[in-house]
């Protein structure tokens, strides 16, 4: 989600506007609808959503383990328990203790937002012995929703009553604060919680350039508003679905679909990094074996004995042309990202015409950049159309054009030489070789050319 300024600041506005709206048309609107069936499906879904996203973020943290990685998955792992054993095992078990239920689920959700903040500033730092870290982290959250459990259990009676609370009561709307202050104030004080984390995330995901984040910073709103509406609409029964009820089931579904979308991601670029490395791979291989080899050659051709001097010559041009092309490969082949065409033309087609002693014409709009296979083509079929030129027809003046084409890039390479008939038969492969390389991309060559009149070649990418 590049760029998550514009949809963060257009679900703020929304859900300002749909609690706005809410608090406007009290008492005429019925804010919470008692619908037991669909209560349990809320409860349901919630820590079951939580729990795949945990896991895609686990996946995330084993390929790049980091501390906020970490912290985030127990963040959600401390939501989807607190949320499972507190809320949705006793709305299913018909054993929803308010005193218990609601103050040891409100307690989980907010550990689960302190390691949400958390999450959101704690540095990138880099673990080692993730399996080993990961496994103590689970453990340590899992005794932490013990402890809750426990706590609740041992001090329901002396904590609070729920206002509001049992299987019968209504919507209370607005916070009971003559009642008692503690339930709205950790509301509250949570969803404030959440609005640090979604700035927090909205600035990583600027530095860093995540798209993973800005997800984050979106779900984090939404468990905002889901706790202001909780702490202005109070629906503590089983019975009563409510704003809040809804916007808390979208933090968790904004979640799992940023989850969803790394993974995604990174699926996708997987063949992509794999055919990378291999390309790196094969350069280096070159580099180290048949560059070396090829140098060795060029510079030890002269101290030969017997060879005349014009087998010498060309034997050091046929060794100087394949220093070239291994050259260009390994360029060609390290290069993880898209080129800029006409400097690498430029380059390639002027140390053949330097090589070959003909005088060469560029003219090359700046900035044309293309993935590097189109533009390993283009060059390679300069390349060849030059070569030909100089070698083949005895030109001493040749032409080379490259310009945009609406979405495509024209190349058309020119000479003054002595031509040919592209229709008659030829042993060589360099009319082949062009073609084929046009068509592998996608692109059209076209060869016009007349014995006595020269030779025009135009490829089309």
């Given at each position: 989600m590049?760029?998550?300024?514009?949809?963060?600041?257009?679900?703020?506005?929304?859900?300002?506007?749909?609690t706005a709206?809410?608090a406007?048309m009290l008492?005429?609107?019925?804010?919470?609808?008692?619908?037991?069936?669909?209560?349990?499906?809320?409860?349901?879904a919630?820590?079951?959503i939580?729990l795949?996203a945990c896991?895609?973020?686990i996946?995330?943290?084993?390929r790049?383990?980091?501390l906020?990685?970490?912290?985030?998955a127990?963040?959600l792992?401390a939501?989807?328990l607190?949320?499972?054993?507190f809320v949705?095992?006793?709305?299913?078990?018909?054993?929803?203790?308010p005193?218990?239920?609601?103050?040891?689920?409100?307690?989980?959700?907010?550990?689960g937002a302190?390691?949400?903040v958390?999450?959101?500033?704690?540095?990138?730092?880099r673990?080692?012995?993730?399996?080993?870290?990961?496994?103590a982290?689970?453990?340590?959250?899992?005794?932490?929703v013990?402890?809750i459990?426990?706590?609740?259990?041992?001090?329901?009676?002396?904590?609070?009553?729920?206002?509001?609370?049992?299987?019968?009561?209504?919507p209370l709307?607005?916070?009971?604060?003559?009642?008692?202050?503690?339930l709205?104030?950790?509301?509250?004080?949570?969803?404030?919680?959440y609005?640090?984390a979604?700035?927090?995330?909205?600035?990583?995901s600027?530095?860093f350039?995540d798209?993973?984040?800005?997800?984050?910073a979106?779900?984090a709103?939404l468990?905002?508003?889901a706790?202001?509406?909780?702490?202005?609409y109070?629906?503590?029964?089983?019975?009563f679905v409510?704003?809040?009820?809804?916007?808390?089931?979208?933090?968790?579904?904004?979640?799992?679909?940023?989850?969803a979308?790394?993974?995604?991601?990174?699926?996708r670029a997987?063949?992509?990094?794999?055919a990378?490395e291999?390309?790196?791979?094969?350069a280096r291989d070159?580099?180290?074996g048949?560059?070396?080899?090829?140098?060795?050659?060029?510079r030890?051709?002269?101290?030969?004995?017997?060879?005349a001097?014009?087998?010498k010559?060309?034997?050091?041009?046929?060794a100087?042309?394949?220093?070239l092309?291994?050259?260009f490969?390994?360029?060609?082949?390290?290069?993880?990202?898209s080129q800029?065409?006409n400097?690498?033309?430029?380059?390639?087609?002027?140390?053949v015409?330097?090589?070959?002693?003909?005088?060469?014409?560029?003219?090359i709009?700046?900035?044309i950049r293309l993935?590097?296979?189109?533009?390993?083509?283009l060059?390679?079929?300069?390349?060849?159309?030059?070569?030909?030129?100089a070698r083949?027809?005895?030109?001493?003046?040749?032409?080379?054009?490259l310009?945009?084409?609406?979405?495509?890039?024209?190349?058309?390479?020119?000479?003054?030489?002595?031509?040919?008939?592209p229709?008659?038969p030829?042993?060589g492969?360099?009319?082949?070789?062009?073609?084929d390389?046009?068509?592998?991309v996608?692109?059209?060559?076209?060869?016009?050319?007349?014995?006595?009149?020269?030779t025009e070649?135009?490829?089309?990418?």
């Amino acid at each position: 989600m590049r760029g998550a300024h514009v949809p963060l600041v257009a679900v703020s506005a929304i859900l300002g506007a749909v609690t706005a709206a809410v608090a406007a048309m009290l008492p005429e609107l019925d804010l919470a609808s008692r619908l037991l069936t669909l209560r349990v499906a809320l409860d349901t879904a919630r820590p079951l959503i939580a729990l795949v996203a945990c896991c895609l973020v686990i996946d995330r943290l084993l390929r790049r383990p980091r501390l906020n990685e970490l912290i985030l998955a127990c963040s959600l792992g401390a939501l989807a328990l607190s949320d499972l054993v507190f809320v949705t095992l006793p709305v299913l078990l018909g054993r929803f203790w308010p005193d218990f239920s609601v103050w040891a689920a409100l307690a989980g959700r907010a550990l689960g937002a302190g390691l949400f903040v958390v999450a959101a500033f704690v540095p990138a730092a880099r673990l080692r012995r993730v399996g080993l870290t990961l496994a103590a982290s689970g453990a340590a959250v899992m005794t932490a929703v013990l402890l809750i459990a426990v706590l609740a259990a041992s001090f329901a009676a002396r904590l609070p009553k729920v206002p509001g609370g049992g299987a019968t009561a209504g919507p209370l709307a607005g916070p009971d604060l003559r009642a008692d202050v503690v339930l709205p104030a950790l509301e509250i004080t949570v969803a404030a919680i959440y609005g640090l984390a979604a700035a927090g995330f909205l600035r990583r995901s600027g530095r860093f350039r995540d798209e993973f984040f800005g997800w984050l910073a979106i779900a984090a709103v939404l468990a905002a508003a889901a706790h202001v509406n909780f702490f202005l609409y109070s629906t503590l029964s089983p019975q009563f679905v409510s704003t809040g009820d809804v916007f808390l089931l979208c933090f968790y579904v904004v979640l799992l679909a940023g989850s969803a979308r790394e993974i995604w991601s990174y699926q996708r670029a997987l063949p992509e990094a794999v055919a990378l490395e291999e390309r790196r791979r094969i350069a280096r291989d070159l580099h180290d074996g048949l560059a070396q080899e090829l140098a060795y050659l060029a510079r030890n051709l002269d101290a030969l004995d017997g060879p005349a001097d014009e087998t010498k010559a060309r034997l050091q041009r046929a060794a100087e042309r394949a220093q070239l092309e291994v050259r260009f490969a390994i360029d060609t082949l390290a290069d993880s990202g898209s080129q800029c065409v006409n400097a690498a033309v430029t380059q390639a087609v002027g140390e053949v015409a330097s090589r070959d002693h003909v005088k060469l014409e560029l003219d090359i709009i700046p900035g044309i950049r293309l993935p590097v296979t189109r533009a390993e083509a283009l060059v390679r079929i300069a390349c060849e159309a030059v070569g030909n030129a100089a070698r083949h027809s005895g030109a001493g003046r040749v032409s080379l054009s490259l310009q945009r084409r609406g979405s495509r890039v024209q190349l058309r390479v020119s000479d003054d030489g002595s031509g040919f008939d592209p229709a008659t038969p030829t042993d060589g492969f360099g009319l082949t070789s062009m073609r084929d390389r046009a068509s592998s991309v996608g692109g059209d060559l076209r060869i016009s050319s007349m014995p006595g009149h020269g030779t025009e070649v135009e490829a089309t990418l």
